[in-house]
């Protein structure tokens, strides 16, 4: 009691105290002693006759009694009397009327349609444990663990959202603007949708909260701001009261026509129903709009229901109408139940006092405790039962069974069912079907939707804002390789291959785009371009338009268009002119170098051998066998994967000393570094960062031994543009990358997506490679007929490799024959007998054993020279 009792502030807290002393003054608690079929059960019910569904309910739920009462096969002699109190949309109206159920003896209570009211009374029936059901309260934070006597007798926004995110997500549109009644129903409702839209990489762009007490003039503004926005994809949750309000300030400020999308909740569809025939004149300002319906299958029992509705009132039948008539026969049959159980109508003295939001004390000793309360409302949650809407039973965490909706597209003169939602089988142009029954297979999720301007043509769901603001690009402002991206001095203007590759793709669009060139950069070294990525991505900058190389860590961050140029990396180093002859296959190495990589290969060949023979079979064999496997396994070092698998880790070791690199170059502030290092696994130390093109050849003509570097690693357009005027240079090798250059957006931007298009109809026109030629297509070498080779290597650049590597060599020959000598020692044959060639023929025989065989001789030497002394003391004990 006292969270409802806080609801009601200043002088209205006044007015109850007053209201509760009355209550008090003309009621006694009684003590009902009945048997367990009472004549009359009171039920009642809280509905708000200023609003049509409430109108409609009123006689939903009278005729729901009526029925009950007229069948002797549901309460067995027992009627229903049901008072309804109007709460006139009014929270502390509908407290004071709930309390007055509760001093009367009622039994449970049906509504109120708002989720707030409901919520409010909810605590009150808490505390005097009287089941609160209600056919229109859909707020999908009404639970069991905050509400625990609350029962929601239709299907919650929940599932409600979950269509609307499936719709949404079935048209290809990732953002929605969201407006809604700024009340608990409104915003629990809303962040139930962006939950859904969550899961599916959609998002609610901007939410737009209309307060409870609008005027038109506040709708006006709220949806004018809407209508600057860029996203056109308008999701309204609201009431019946106010919808048809919006939706009609939405038209006059030109929001109903070509280009918008307008998705409902059920609240439209209610209005329809109640109010069929629906005048004609009042879908003009509702055309285009999908809205939902919850799906009630057909039957003789409705249509039935249908006919006696049209005998009793001009209003038309709605889904919460039939859901109201449900709940009446739901608390019927579990008020059978109850009785059957033995359950008895008896109640006890509620709390005596409680205090007010002010302190003050409250007189409620009036109310009463329904004693059997939590047995019906288990009896109510285990009815099963065939309604007018279908299937009738919950679910453990009290949801109805088998939520499913009509998707309903409002035309100029009427509306029509373009499809379905059910909670098992989603979208589908088929009615949906029970679980596990076969679902539809058909591809085709819904039929087609006349949109607002009455177009079939699926709306884009979003346009430039209408409100003169330009789109903010960022360009980095290089020092090195302009051709690419370049800033006209004393403009704003900027020129280059990537800037004409934007404006040529902009141009290109349907539509225009507003836009300004901001620049990035100090203009004295070149920026670093993920810093400003992660502009864009925090919004400074909507994108950035430049040489903007799309890795991995960067599409976290942004969407990247189609890559409009490849880009990946290379490999430069300096090369002269050679004849082309016979030998010139020869000609990068002196023929002292020639000579020294030949007895390498004879010395470390015998290295591997030794260390090798005894463990690996594929070093043994016949002796010819046995050097060419060897100086095969050296040669082939250099240029393949190993077929012979070296088991030593002492092989290893000498092998891998071979291969030792010098300094390597690389753009300056770009990704190569990291690259380099985490996925080459090159030492930090090696690596030389270069900013201008000038840097690039000074550093590869000085070399490793004069402060350079021995190669440059950079992406191909860059290296391209660096030789179209430096022949002396050439690239080696294949690309080890696959990367391109693209233009980014913020996540989710649209403009991504059509720019992306764009370039790919550039590239289909030959558009692309014209600009590619125009930029980056040089041709200072291409009439240079002679062959390009690298420089010859000399001895004495090797000079520290082969003394690694002989190093390496004798080092592990020392760990290798030190062990050996001590092991053929410890089972070498006695010396006195043998001569220094005959020891020496033994031990080269013993190296050449494989390893598992010595063990073995030595452990069966071990087990004769046990077994012989053995033999020995038996013997010397048979003598004794």
Not at 129 to 145: G, I, K, Y
Not at 317 to 336: E, G, P
Not at 344 to 365: A, R, V
């Amino acid at each position: 009691m006292d969270v409802s009792l806080t609801m009601c502030r200043g002088r209205h807290a006044s007015k109850l105290g007053i209201l509760l002393f009355q209550i008090s003054a003309s009621n006694k608690l009684r003590d009902t002693n009945v048997h367990s079929r009472p004549k009359v059960v009171k039920i009642g019910s809280v509905l708000a006759f200023d609003s049509i569904v409430g109108k409609a309910a009123k006689i939903a739920v009278q005729t729901a009694v009526k029925d009950v009462n007229s069948d002797p096969s549901v309460l067995n002699g027992t009627k229903l009397e049901l008072i309804i109190h109007d709460s006139g949309s009014s929270g502390f109206v509908s407290i004071i009327e709930a309390l007055h159920f509760m001093a009367s003896e009622t039994v449970a209570l049906i509504g109120p349609e708002s989720s707030d009211l409901t919520l409010m009374i909810s605590y009150i029936v808490k505390e005097l444990q009287v089941p609160l059901l209600s056919f229109r309260a859909t707020d999908p934070t009404l639970s069991s663990l905050q509400c625990p006597f609350f029962i929601r007798t239709t299907h919650s926004d929940f599932f409600q959202m979950a269509a609307i995110a499936d719709i949404v997500g079935y048209y290809g549109w990732r953002r929605v603007i969201a407006i809604y009644i700024d009340d608990d129903h409104g915003r629990n409702g809303i962040t139930s949708l962006a939950d859904q839209f969550a899961s599916k990489r959609g998002k609610i762009s901007h939410k737009a909260p209309i307060k409870p007490n609008a005027t038109r003039k506040d709708i006006q503004d709220v949806l004018l701001q809407v209508s600057f926005m860029e996203s056109k994809v308008l999701v309204l949750h609201t009431s019946t009261n106010w919808g048809l309000d919006i939706l009609d300030v939405a038209k006059d400020l030109g929001m109903m026509e070509s280009g918008y999308v307008w998705i409902t909740t059920d609240w439209l569809s209610t209005i329809m129903d109640i109010s069929s025939p629906y005048p004609r004149k009042s879908f003009a300002s509702m055309q285009g709009v999908i809205t939902l319906r919850s799906y009630i299958k057909d039957s003789e029992h409705k249509r039935k229901f249908i006919t006696k509705w049209k005998n009793l009132t001009t209003y038309g039948v709605s889904t919460y109408s039939l859901y109201a008539y449900d709940t009446i026969w739901l608390l019927a049959r579990a008020l059978d139940d109850f009785f059957d159980q033995g359950g008895k109508l008896s109640f006890s003295k509620g709390p005596n006092q409680t205090k007010d939001s002010q302190g003050g004390l409250l007189n409620i000793d009036s109310l009463s405790v329904f004693n059997g309360g939590k047995i019906l409302l288990e009896d109510i949650l285990k009815v099963k039962m065939n309604g007018l809407t279908g299937p009738m039973e919950f679910t453990s965490d009290r949801m109805l069974v088998f939520p499913a909706f009509e998707v309903i597209n409002v035309m100029r003169n009427g509306f029509r069912n373009v499809g379905y939602w059910s909670n098992s089988s989603r979208l589908s142009i088929s009615p949906p079907k029970p679980p596990k029954t076969n679902q539809s297979n058909s591809t085709q999720l819904l039929n087609n939707v006349i949109w607002p301007g009455e177009t079939v043509d699926k709306p884009r769901g979003w346009m430039l804002p209408q409100n003169g603001k330009q789109t903010k690009i960022g360009v980095p402002v290089r020092i090195s390789f302009q051709d690419i991206v370049k800033e006209v001095q004393g403009t704003n203007r900027y020129m280059g291959y990537s800037i004409d590759v934007f404006v040529a793709a902009i141009n290109l669009l349907p539509y225009a785009v507003p836009y300004q060139f901001y620049p990035y950069g100090d203009g004295r070294q070149n920026p670093s371009y993920t810093d400003l990525v992660n502009l864009v991505n925090a919004g400074v900058y909507d994108a950035a338009v430049g040489d903007i190389a799309i890795i991995t860590n960067r599409t976290s961050m942004v969407d990247f268009t189609q890559p409009y140029i490849e880009s990946g990396l290379v490999v430069v180093t300096p090369v002269k002119k050679l004849s082309s002859g016979t030998w010139a296959i020869f000609k990068p190495f002196t023929v002292e170098l020639w000579g020294v990589i030949l007895i390498s290969f004879l010395v470390v060949g015998a290295v591997v051998w030794i260390l090798e023979h005894r463990r690996n079979n594929d070093f043994r064999g016949t002796p010819k066998q046995q050097f060419g496997t060897t100086q095969w396994f050296i040669f082939s070092t250099l240029f393949f994967t190993h077929k012979q698998n070296m088991k030593s880790t002492l092989g290893r070791f000498g092998s891998h000393s071979m291969v030792i690199c010098d300094r390597i170059g690389y753009g300056a502030r770009s990704f190569v570094r990291d690259y380099l290092v985490k996925e080459i696994g090159i030492s930090e130390a090696r690596l030389v960062p270069l900013e201008l093109p000038e840097d690039y050849e000074k550093a590869l003509i000085d070399g490793p031994n004069n402060d350079g570097v021995i190669a440059i690693v950079d992406e191909r357009p860059y290296i391209e543009l660096f030789l179209s005027t430096r022949c002396q240079f050439s690239i080696v090798g294949p690309e080890f990358t696959k990367n391109g250059w693209g233009f980014a957006f913020q996540q989710d931007s649209h403009l991504a997506t059509d720019v992306s298009n764009a370039i790919l109809k550039l590239s289909e026109t030959g558009e692309l490679q014209r600009i590619h030629n125009k930029w980056l297509l040089r041709s200072a070498c291409s009439s240079q007929g002679a062959e390009l080779s690298v420089d010859r290597l000399e001895l004495k650049s090797f000079k520290g490799l082969f003394l690694i590597i002989g190093l390496a060599c004798v080092l592990s020959l020392l760990v290798y024959l030190v062990p050996t000598i001590y092991q053929y020692t410890k089972r070498k044959p006695d010396t006195s007998v043998s001569s220094g060639p005959r020891h020496m023929q033994t031990f080269i025989s013993s190296i050449d054993e494989k390893e598992d065989l010595v063990i073995a001789h030595s452990n069966k030497r071990l087990r004769g020279a046990s077994s012989l002394g053995s033999n020995r003391d038996d013997a010397s004990v048979n003598a004794y």
